[in-house]
């Protein structure tokens, strides 16, 4: 079993930056690869970010692609996600997700990850 725990949301005027995080527990953090979705009201939950077990591999969605960077610090335990030049149309939830599976396959896939945080709130004023 693992526990994730997402901080770091809050209110932003647009073209502003957060940096949300995502500590992990329960289990051997690095071996895990690991995702961000997000959702904004009345639609569906939608992938943003993913990265490798161990880092080297990441993959954006494309309405992020350049003003995200995901991280991780496996000594830590913790997934980041470095957000900038924000949007309103970046308002959602943000959950981060972690799924066993080492391979990259259907990494944009919200039903490829086995355990999910309760997500944090990200609201971008125009």
């Known amino acids: 079993q693992v526990h994730l725990v997402e901080s770091g949301g809050g209110l932003v005027q647009a073209g502003g930056s957060l940096r949300l995080s995502c500590a992990a527990s329960?289990?051997?953090?690095?071996?895990?690869?690991m995702g961000w979705f997000r959702q904004a009201p009345g639609k569906e939950r939608e992938f943003v970010a993913y990265i490798s077990w161990t880092g080297g591999t990441t993959y954006y969605a494309d309405s992020v692609k350049g003003r995200c960077t995901i991280s991780r610090d496996n000594a830590k335990n913790t997934l980041y996600l470095q957000m900038n030049s924000l949007k309103p149309e970046d308002t959602a939830v943000y959950y981060c997700?972690?799924?066993?599976?080492?391979?990259?396959?259907?990494?944009?896939?919200?039903?490829?990850?086995?355990?999910w945080g309760q997500g944090t709130q990200v609201t971008v004023s125009s």
């Open positions: 329960g289990r051997t953090f690095s071996s895990l690869s």
């Open positions: 997700a972690a799924r066993n599976s080492g391979s990259i396959t259907y990494y944009y896939l919200r039903a490829t990850y086995n355990y």
